[in-house]
């Protein structure tokens, strides 16, 4: 059974109409699998829509083996789902260091040590270790970005769920996410990546999904989608 299993998805928001039609798609054990799609093609509500954020209207959505279609996002994340949302939401009166400690406050009475989460963050991202006493308002939107993939990990996911990554970002700092997105999943976190800068996307996925108006309509290996005529014309440049 996938990792993460998505089936006959519909959802949409208040009481408009739907933004997304029948949305089917699965997320494999160390897996990292990319959605790419214009604006307003319904990937940021997927990914609330997964996370418990957006109450679906049909279909299931089951991870881990278990069915949470319509289950609080609290305990959606004690599962082992973590989303990085767009736009951040790192917490900017807090600094480095207390937004990750933040982040493993529902699993921090337990007696785990966080020691070793810091340590893997820091890790990945070295400019954090060294500005853990700063305030987040004062990082630069690449920091910020790379505070909200480390509150993420701190939480132990099993899926890692994120939502346009590399928006805003200078170039230079969009291939230095990227690769780090790679190396997590690499140590073993399964990923779900909505991103605009598909081919980037492309490059470090296994498989991907192309979502149009709340539809799938195509979905292929990360390789098979790079060299489609279609998918080049519309989200590769040519």
Known sequence: MPLLQV??????????????????????EGE??????ANGA??????????????????????AGREIAGMATASIARLGASLVPEGRG????????DNLRLAATPWGGTGVALQAELDRVF???????ERRAQLAWSLSGGQQQMLAIGR???????????????????????EQVFDTLAE??????STLLVEQNALMALDVSHR???????RIVAADTAAALRDDARVQGAYLGG
């Open 184 to 189: 997590i999943n690499r140590l073993g976190v």
């Open 152 to 174: 993420a990990l701190v939480t132990r996911p099993k899926l890692l769920l994120l939502d346009e990554p590399s928006l805003g970002l200078a170039p230079n700092l969009v």
């Open 32 to 37: 990292l699998v990319c959605l790419i799609g």
């Open 208 to 214: 991907g999904y192309v979502l149009e108006l709340g």
């Open 42 to 63: 319904g990937k940021t509500t997927l990914l609330r829509t997964i996370m418990g954020l957006v109450k679906p209207r049909a279909g299931r959505v089951q991870f």
């Open 90 to 97: 790192v917490f900017p009166g807090l600094t480095v260091l």
């Open 7 to 28: 089936e006959g998805l519909r959802a949409g928001h208040g009481q408009g109409a739907d933004v997304l039609h029948g949305i089917s798609l699965t997320v494999a």
């Open 123 to 129: 890790a990945l991202f070295p400019i954090l270790a």
